[in-house]
């Protein structure tokens, strides 16, 4: 049976915390910041995890499952 490959687009996307959960960047931080205002940008920055609905698929994604 040949080994899973990592989707490579996810592999870029998350990372794995020591306690097992996904971190994950805010989207709408990469163009058009003009009209966002310095909180909404600041907010932005902040790392986030993935929620418990995704997980599994992220999981899957990462070929950790």
């Known amino acids: 049976m040949p080994k ?5 687009g996810a592999k870029k996307r998350f990372a794995l915390t020591g306690s097992g959960k ?3 960047k ?3 931080k990469s163009h058009i910041l003009t009209k966002k205002t310095k909180k ?6 902040h790392v986030s995890t993935v929620s418990r609905a ?3 698929n992220v999981l ?5 499952r």
């Not at 899957?60 to 950790?64: D, F, G, K, M, T």
């Open 60 to 64: 899957e994604l990462l070929a950790i």
């Open 22 to 24: 996904i971190k994950r």
């Open 40 to 45: 909404q940008k600041r907010n932005l920055t």
């Open 54 to 56: 995704d997980h599994g």
């Open 26 to 28: 805010h989207a709408y």
């Open 4 to 8: 899973i490959k990592t989707n490579s």
